[in-house]
C-alpha cells in the first residue's frame, strides 16, 4: 500500500502538463509574447556570422568559408539575448500559473524595454566587424541570415509588450497564487459580533426618563408595573 507522500508526489503534475494549463491561462497578447520571446531563442540556432579570410587570394586556391551560429560565436551580445529570451519566458509561464508578483511599471512596459535592449544589441552585432588573425590569415567575419531574423523576433518582441500594456490586464492577487497559503487573521466579516437589537419601547416608556429604568431594575416590579401589564378579560354578560 501506497504511503501519502507517494501519493501526493503522484498527483503533481509534469513539467509538460504544468506548460499546457499556464498556456490556457495566458490571455491572447500574452500568448503572443511568448511566441516572440521563443521565436527569439530559437534564432540563436541558426546561422548569424560567416567567416571567410580576407587578403589576395591565388588563383585556383580555394576560399573556405564558415557559418556560426549564436552559440559559436557566444560573448556577453549572445547570453544578453538568451537572458531576455529565458526570462521573458520565465516571467510569462509565472503568470500563467497566477503567481502574484509585482513588476515595475508593470509586465507590458518591462518586455517592450527589453525587446528594444536587445533589438540594439543585434544591430550593434551587425555593425560590429572586428577581424581575427588565424595560422597566418586574417578572418572578416559577416553577418549571416539568422541574425536578421534576430532581429526582427526583438522587435516583435518589444511590440507584444505594447499590446500587454493596452490591454490593462490586471496582475493576479495574492489570493489567486496557489503558492502562497493565507494563515492569517479570519476576513473582518468572521470578526464582526452579533449587535443585539433593543425590543421597541412603549411611548410611556419612552417618556419616563432613562434613570427610571436602572431603579426599577434595583428595586423590584411595583404594583404600578404590574397594572400597566394587566389587560381585562371580556365578561359573559357584555358578550350576551
Not at 57 to 69: A, C, D, R
Not at 79 to 97: N, P
Not at 169 to 186: F, I, K, N, Q
Amino acid at each position: 500500500m501506497a504511503s501519502d507522500g507517494q501519493r501526493a508526489a503522484r498527483s503533481t503534475p509534469g513539467p509538460l502538463l504544468r506548460v499546457i494549463r499556464a498556456w490556457r491561462v495566458l490571455r491572447r497578447e500574452q500568448r503572443i509574447a511568448a511566441l516572440a520571446a521563443l521565436a527569439l531563442w530559437i534564432t540563436m540556432f541558426l546561422p548569424w556570422y560567416s567567416e571567410a579570410p580576407a587578403g589576395a587570394i591565388k588563383k585556383g586556391e580555394t576560399v573556405i568559408s564558415s557559418s556560426l551560429t549564436a552559440w559559436g560565436a557566444f560573448s556577453w551580445v549572445e547570453a544578453a539575448v538568451l537572458l531576455v529570451s529565458v526570462g521573458v519566458l520565465a516571467l510569462l509561464f509565472a503568470r500563467g500559473e497566477r503567481r502574484a508578483f509585482h513588476l515595475p511599471g508593470g509586465d507590458g512596459p518591462v518586455i517592450t524595454l527589453a525587446g528594444g535592449w536587445v533589438a540594439l544589441l543585434v544591430i550593434y552585432r551587425l555593425f560590429d566587424k572586428s577581424t581575427e588573425h588565424t595560422a597566418g590569415l586574417v578572418i572578416t567575419p559577416g553577418n549571416d541570415w539568422g541574425i536578421f531574423l534576430a532581429l526582427f523576433a526583438a522587435i516583435w518582441l518589444a511590440y507584444t509588450g505594447v499590446g500587454i500594456r493596452r490591454a490593462h490586464r490586471a496582475e493576479p492577487r495574492l489570493a489567486d497564487d496557489p503558492t502562497v497559503h493565507m494563515e492569517g487573521e479570519p476576513p473582518a466579516r468572521a470578526q464582526r459580533r452579533p449587535v443585539a437589537v433593543a425590543p421597541a419601547r412603549s411611548e410611556r416608556e419612552r417618556e419616563r426618563p432613562a434613570g427610571d429604568e436602572g431603579a426599577r431594575e434595583r428595586r423590584g416590579v411595583t404594583r404600578e408595573d404590574a397594572e400597566q401589564l394587566s389587560f381585562e378579560l371580556p365578561r359573559e354578560n357584555d358578550e350576551r
